[in-house]
Nanobody, 129 residues
Framework: QVQLVESGGGLVQVGGSLRLSCAASGRSFSSYAMGWFRQGTGKEREFVAAISRSARNTHYADSVKDRFIISRDNAENTVYLQMASLKPEDTAVYYC??????????????????????WGQGTQVTVSS
C-alpha cells in the first residue's frame, strides 16, 4: 500500500507557474506508474499527465501539453508536476495517483482514472485573471 500527499498548490496569476509535489510513503515507489488528475468545480475528474515507473515514458492531456511537465524522483519517492503559462481553466483540485505495476508489466503509463489504485487528497490550484 502507498499513501500519497500532494503539496504546492495555491493562487497564481494568469501566465504564472507552480510546481506540485506528491510525496509517497510505503514500499516500492518504483513499482508504481504515477499520474496527475484534476477536477474543477462542477466538472468531472480529468487526466492531466502520467509517467512510467522508470520515467522514460510520459503522456499529457492535449490541454496541458507543452505547458506542464511531469517528472519523478524514485530515490525521494516523489512525483512532480511543473506547470507553466497557467490559464484560468487550469483552476482545479489536482490529485496525484499511483498505479501498481508488478513484475512483468511493461514500463507504461496509465491515463484512465480507473487504472489507478491509490489517490492523494488533492491540492487546490487557482489561476486568477
Amino acid at each position: 500500500q502507498v499513501q500519497l500527499v500532494e503539496s504546492g498548490g495555491g493562487l497564481v496569476q494568469v501566465g504564472g507557474s507552480l510546481r506540485l509535489s506528491c510525496a509517497a510513503s510505503g514500499r516500492s515507489f518504483s513499482s508504481y506508474a504515477m499520474g496527475w488528475f484534476r477536477q474543477g468545480t462542477g466538472k468531472e475528474r480529468e487526466f492531466v499527465a502520467a509517467i512510467s515507473r522508470s520515467a522514460r515514458n510520459t503522456h499529457y492531456a492535449d490541454s496541458v501539453k507543452d505547458r506542464f511537465i511531469i517528472s519523478r524522483d524514485n530515490a525521494e519517492n516523489t512525483v512532480y508536476l511543473q506547470m507553466a503559462s497557467l490559464k484560468p481553466e487550469d483552476t482545479a483540485v489536482y490529485y496525484c495517483a499511483a498505479d501498481f505495476q508488478g513484475i512483468g508489466f511493461k514500463d507504461g503509463v496509465a491515463t484512465a482514472a480507473g487504472q489507478y489504485d491509490y489517490w492523494g487528497q488533492g491540492t487546490q490550484v487557482t489561476v486568477s485573471s
